[in-house]
């Protein structure tokens, strides 16, 4: 077994670290103040990443994206998730956030969502979400009722990210709720300005996030915007949720890294009593705990990206990754906020924002308890 990452993808690793330690860090605190970049470093921050060949990175080559693979990927999460001035949704530099399963759609369908979503006119919300049926979709009461040439739509969402902005939504619904998620869920592409599609009401979120709960009422979708086959809709977003779940695993050993640099150089800095923070054991103890922990992290998401890449099935590895990176993540921001002091309080750090993300990464894509529950059926099944 070799752990060692082949040169080549410790070749991306290196670039995309070095691209954030030039390029995005030295501007985070603007994005800190005013939520966004502005557009002229916006846009010269994407050239630089279409130079550098990552623009959609995640994207496949026959679509004009970069085609990386999923260990590619999770390397490339890893590193651009060291600073705050990418949003904690989407790619922003890196290009548009494009769901896989958009790679589904036929080739009309791709010709009217996918391509336009590719060239950044139009954008994209997911709506699955709702008010009795979050962690449990089996549990999804909107219906979709085939008639004639089109379905007819009722229901809600809740908690959907985007959708105030959104031109297309992807659509889950039930069309035979006696099969449920085996067969009875299916997607639909639809007009976000659709007749009987409602905006209800915007969340404000601690993240600074602004989902909607929306409201379908006998909203007409035409059948040609069926997404696959009827039924196959809650086999489409699993696939989608595993390649999120290992992103979430990425991007919280990307913050857990930055955040390890920070305290141990503010450790060292940071004198009291006549001695440096350096210098004490309950300093550097939860140091090295992260350390520990960052690094167990780092071999669960490699590995679960890896199999992936190898076509293995790693829904349980994704479960795993995500769990355990999502939480440590948060145990590391929160002590090295405490090793700051007053000054990791602030807005001046990147630690606060950080809190109150990683806190918010175990309820979404999946809550930590819900990822327990799961991995605890796998393993009753093993060992019976």
Not at 20 to 42: F, G, Q, S
Not at 261 to 275: A, H, I, L, N
Request: charge should be neutral.
């Amino acid at each position: 077994m070799d752990f060692n990452l082949p040169e080549e993808l410790q070749m991306l690793k290196d670039t995309v670290r070095k691209f954030v330690d030039k390029e995005l860090i030295p501007v985070e605190m603007h994005t800190l103040e005013n939520m966004e970049l502005k557009a002229d470093i916006r846009e010269r921050l994407e050239q630089k990443t279409k130079e550098m060949g990552l623009w959609m990175f995640d994207v496949p080559e026959e679509y004009g994206g970069a085609g990386l693979g999923s260990l590619a990927q999770v390397l490339v999460w890893e590193e651009m998730s060291r600073t705050v001035a990418l949003p904690s949704r989407g790619q922003g530099i890196f290009g548009p956030e494009i769901r896989p399963i958009l790679f589904a759609l036929n080739d009309e369908q791709k010709r009217r969502f996918l391509d336009p979503i590719l060239k950044g006119e139009k954008h994209l919300c997911f709506m699955q979400t709702e008010p009795d049926a979050g962690s449990d979709p089996a549990s999804m009461k909107t219906r979709a009722v085939r008639q004639g040439d089109y379905y007819i739509v009722n229901g809600n969402k809740r908690f959907i990210t985007g959708a105030g902005s959104a031109d297309f939504g992807q659509l889950m619904a039930v069309t035979d709720p006696a099969k449920g998620a085996h067969g009875g869920i299916s997607c639909f592409m639809v007009d976000m300005k659709a007749p009987g599609l409602k905006l209800l009401t915007k969340y404000k979120t601690m993240m600074g996030e602004e989902p909607w709960e929306i409201a379908f009422d006998d909203m007409k979708v035409p059948a040609e915007n069926l997404v696959g086959k009827e039924g196959e809709g809650f086999k489409l977003a699993q696939r989608w949720l595993g390649i999120g779940r290992l992103k979430h695993g990425a991007r919280a050993l990307g913050v857990a890294e930055r955040c390890i640099e920070m305290g141990s150089r503010y450790s060292k800095q940071r004198v009291t009593f006549g001695k440096p923070l350096s210098e004490r054991q309950g300093i550097t103890f939860k140091l090295a705990d992260s350390y520990v922990e960052l690094h167990a992290a780092r071999l669960m998401v490699y590995q679960a990206a890896w199999k992936n890449d190898q076509k293995q099935d790693i829904r349980n590895e994704a479960y795993m990754a995500k769990l355990f990176a999502d939480e440590m993540s948060f145990r590391v921001v929160d002590r090295v906020l405490q090793i700051h002091g007053g000054i990791g309080l602030t807005l001046d750090l990147p630690l606060a924002k950080w809190f109150v993300d990683q806190r918010s990464r175990m309820i979404t894509e999946g809550a930590s308890e819900v990822m327990r529950m799961v991995i605890a059926r796998e393993v009753l099944k093993k060992y019976n």
